[in-house]
């Protein structure tokens, strides 16, 4: 199991979800913090949409993300690792193609890919 820390941060007029994984419990029930990990951080982003009551989150759209990567000018990185994109680039570079791309319905389809609603 894995537990995140999400931020969530504005870009533009735009509000994201960073995702980080925080620990990880392993199969004998071992908590490991992700500083003891051998691996660099990953972050997990997300377009978010608070309309009342319902927030709605969205992940890029792998097929509209690669096709915008490849016709920017950014020195921003595509890699595909099995059923995974990854972007490598600095922070200030990814934050200014995701504000450019923010209200891209291809890359952030608004249908969502899940959606929360608070209980009463």
């Not at 913090?33 to 997300?46: G, K, Y």
């Not at 950014?74 to 200014?96: C, F, H, P, S, V």
Request: hydrophobic share 40%; proline share 3%.
């Amino acid at each position: 199991m894995a537990k995140y820390d999400v931020r969530l941060f504005r870009l533009k007029d735009f509000l994201f979800a960073d995702a980080v994984i925080d620990s990880l419990t392993v199969t004998n029930g071992e908590e490991i913090r992700s500083d003891d990990l051998p691996a660099l951080s990953t972050h997990i982003f997300a377009r978010i949409w608070i309309e009342g009551e319902h927030v709605r989150l969205t992940f890029p759209d792998a097929g509209p993300l690669k096709l915008a990567i490849g016709g920017q000018t950014a020195k921003i990185q595509l890699q595909e690792i099995r059923d995974y994109l990854i972007l490598t680039g600095d922070t200030e570079e990814i934050q200014d193609f995701l504000a450019k791309h923010a209200d891209d319905k291809g890359i952030f389809p608004e249908g969502g890919s899940c959606s929360f609603t608070r209980r009463k």
